[in-house]
Nanobody, 124 residues
Framework: VQLQASGGGLVQPGGSLRLACAVSEGTFSGDAMAWFRQAPGKEREFVAARSKSRNRAYYADSVKGRFTISRDNAKNMVYLQMNSLKPEDTAEYYC??????????????????WGQGAQVTVSS
């Protein structure tokens, strides 16, 4: 099972991007799908997570109201719509999956599968 992230790029402040994460194996049904990001010299940080069983999304305070995580279970895809982007959103973004939901959804150590990063650069 692999996760494949795509959709990164360069965008001006205030712009939008949508990241996509594809789960290559159709039988994988992770309850928790999440996005994390890591800027140079910083630790990996939680961005957003979505529980399939709870049909609920969770966000870091820094992105709440600007980012939206969604998933298409039939296609085994998870998306991160990013609006009103700021320079501080610049980072490598990673999608992650966990089979069973955890209340510590914000902690990267609990995720079993990771995709390669997608670079997002917000700059004028």
């Amino acid at each position: 099972v692999q996760l494949q992230a795509s959709g990164g790029g360069l965008v001006q402040p205030g712009g939008s991007l949508r990241l996509a994460c594809a789960v290559s194996e159709g039988t994988f049904s992770g309850d928790a799908m999440a996005w994390f990001r890591q800027a140079p010299g910083k630790e990996r940080e939680f961005v957003a997570a979505r529980s399939k069983s709870r049909n609920r999304a969770y966000y870091a305070d820094s992105v709440k109201g600007r980012f939206t995580i969604s998933r298409d279970n039939a296609k085994n895809m998870v998306y991160l719509q990013m609006n009103s982007l700021k320079p501080e959103d610049t980072a490598e973004y990673y999608c992650a999956a966990r089979l069973i939901w955890t209340v510590q959804y914000y902690n990267p150590i609990h995720y079993e599968l990771w995709g390669q990063g997608a670079q997002v650069t917000v700059s004028s």
